[in-house]
């Protein structure tokens, strides 16, 4: 339901409204969050918060901290291209993996980097945690790395092997 108020002779209209997110009851910015209701997607990855607020008919809540994609180009029988892509500060931004391989614990670390500046990491550690529906499922932590600044979240995801 809008309000209407007057702030120094102009006329400010609020809204008052909740994103799935929001109305889930999670303090996510959703500026750090995918909204993609397209598949199809191979991996998709959440915190245990959104996880928890997903609901698969429900496109509204299909909001997600980490997606990729993989294609071949047309012609061509080379292994599929992937791409990694986040949301940061409002702005989708596409990764290029540059490497992925086991670390000594048994988890598989993947590193991305954007595409154009401003640059971001994005550093993956993943634990395989079984398999539902054709998914392989993951859980793990996801670092994004921004300058002088590091960020690191617990993540819950699946992809098409």
């Known amino acids: 339901m ?4 007057r702030a120094g002779g102009a006329i400010v ?11 889930a ?4 910015a959703p500026s750090d969050t995918i909204l993609w209701p397209q598949p199809p997607a191979r991996c998709l990855f959440f915190t245990p918060d959104e996880q928890t607020a997903f609901r698969a008919g429900d496109p509204a809540t299909w909001r997600f901290r980490l997606m990729t994609m993989a294609a071949a180009k047309p012609g061509e029988s080379a292994e599929p291209t992937e791409r990694g892509y986040v949301m ?5 931004r596409e990764l290029e993996k540059l490497r992925s391989g086991p670390d000594g614990e048994g988890a598989t670390v993947t590193v991305w980097r954007s595409v154009g500046e401003p640059r971001l990491n994005i550093t993956m550690t993943l634990r395989p945690a079984g398999s539902e ?12 790395t921004r300058g002088e600044g590091r960020e690191t979240i617990d993540i819950i995801g699946s992809c098409v092997p």
């Open 2 to 5: 809008g309000r209407v108020r």
């Open 13 to 23: 209209l609020g809204w008052a409204c909740l994103g799935p997110v929001q109305a």
């Open 25 to 28: 009851g999670l303090n996510t």
């Open 88 to 92: 940061k500060d409002g702005l989708l």
């Open 133 to 144: 529906k054709g998914r392989n499922r993951f859980t793990g932590t996801l670092a994004t």
